[in-house]
């Protein structure tokens, strides 16, 4: 009896015991430089869409991507592109070394500014490298700042506590469009 347990147990644990996780694709502006984020959970923003088996970040000029999706983990399978004026994307590398790079990465939860707590995933992209030191601390800080402003007005410009009627970018759905990938656009990378 105790072997069928052990058994079972093992099976359970090899095939997971719940929904595998999307990989997920972050789209970053042509030339941007700086910190990107998403604010995950905000009831009446739009959820973030699947292309390709992806789930898409595709941030706006600013930075500042609010969604009502859940964050899930970061994961190896992620990646980053940058989404080319032309439409095209190129994939943008992580690490240290020479170039326009992901420079640093992180997740976590944040209460601030009188807005309930939300789930974040917040990036660098840059050509110079990036450190860990108080500018550092204080950049992120000023975009978690500049993001709860973004939701705030959001909120604000439709009457609601939440985004209700808004995209995920922030800006008019009847007017998105142009040269940068929307989360709800066409032509997502392939």
Known sequence: MTRVLCFVLALVCLTGCGKKRTPTRHLIPA????????????????????????????????????????????????????ALKDGGFRRISSGEGGGRRERYSEFGSLESGGVPKFDYIYKVIGSVPYSGDGNAIRDRDQKHKDA?????SLQKATGEPSGAGRSATGSDPESEGGDRPQPEAEGLPR
């Open 148 to 152: 709860v402003v973004k939701l705030k």
């Open 31 to 82: 030339d941007y430089e700086g910190a990107v984020i998403t604010l995950f959970g905000q009831p009446g923003f739009p959820a973030l869409p699947t292309k390709d088996g992806f789930r898409v970040h595709g941030y706006p000029e600013d930075g500042i991507l609010i969604t009502s999706s859940a964050r899930e983990i970061p994961q190896k399978s992620d990646e980053t592109l940058q």
